[in-house]
């Protein structure tokens, strides 16, 4: 009888729990498919490991012709390579469960992506 609680103690300790999607996790996806868009490839190449993203129901049909009015936000392949680590650390950040920090991350991938074409 013992044998039998402890075992089923055992199997739902092991048993997979649904996931709970945070909003910094959503965040993370939105930013991964962004980088992995048409406008970041046309900056900084695709990347090994990485799929063409492509028929977003809210893309831009066109890339804007004009600069940025904040020179900042013209994206680079340094910036995008550097986005895509800070991606990783968010990521870590929000399995660990620390929110606040995930999302300054996030904030901060955000601007160095800058104005993707």
């Known amino acids: ?3 039998a609680a402890t075992l089923t103690t055992v199997a739902l ?3 997979p729990l649904p996931a709970l999607a945070s909003s910094c996790a959503q965040q993370i996806g939105t930013i991964e498919r962004r980088l992995d868009s048409a ?3 046309e900056i900084s ?4 490991g990485h799929a063409l993203q492509a028929g977003s129901p809210r893309a831009v049909l066109a890339a804007r012709s004009d600069a ?3 020179p900042e936000m013209i994206p680079t392949a340094s910036r995008v390579a550097g986005a895509r680590i800070l991606i990783i650390r968010a990521s870590d950040e929000d399995h660990r469960g620390d ?3 995930c999302e300054n991350t996030m904030t901060e991938a955000k601007g160095m992506i800058g104005a993707l074409p």
């Open 68 to 70: 940025p009015s904040d």
């Open 39 to 41: 406008g970041a490839v």
């Open 45 to 48: 190449g695709l990347q090994a």
């Open 99 to 101: 929110q606040r920090a």
């Open 13 to 15: 300790a092991l048993a």
């Open 1 to 3: 009888m013992r044998f």
